[in-house]
Nanobody, 122 residues
């Protein structure tokens, strides 16, 4: 199984970035997909999740209203559109896959991608 995240970069506060995560080696259509992030010296934290069907989504309070998660099962890809970025959004962003869309997303995650750096300058 491979989860390949990309799209990170350097952006000014208030700007936007779009992350994508391409999955291979798993039956993408039955997996919930998650985004997590980890800032320097911080614990990895949940950002967003989307159910296997795409019909349900969930967001951390810190990104609600600014980030949008979506998925394209034809492309085995999950996306994270990030708008109105803030310096505190600076982190390495990881995508993950799991079979459950409930409870603890972190503990549900079975497969992890390698991460992509997002840096927001003030």
């Amino acid at each position: 199984v491979q989860l390949q995240a990309c799209g990170g970069g350097l952006v000014q506060a208030g700007g936007s970035l779009s992350l994508s995560c391409a999955a291979s080696g798993l039956r993408f259509s039955v997996y919930a997909m998650y985004w997590f992030r980890q800032g320097v010296g911080k614990e990895r934290e949940f950002v967003s999740a989307i159910s296997w069907s795409g019909g349900s989504t969930d967001y951390a309070d810190s990104v609600k209203g600014r980030f949008t998660i979506s998925r394209d099962s034809a492309k085995n890809t999950v996306y994270l559109q990030m708008n109105s970025l803030k310096p505190e959004d600076t982190a390495v962003y990881y995508c993950a896959a799991g079979l459950r869309y409930s409870g603890s997303y972190y503990h549900n995650a079975e497969y992890w991608g390698q991460g992509t750096q997002v840096t927001v300058s003030s």
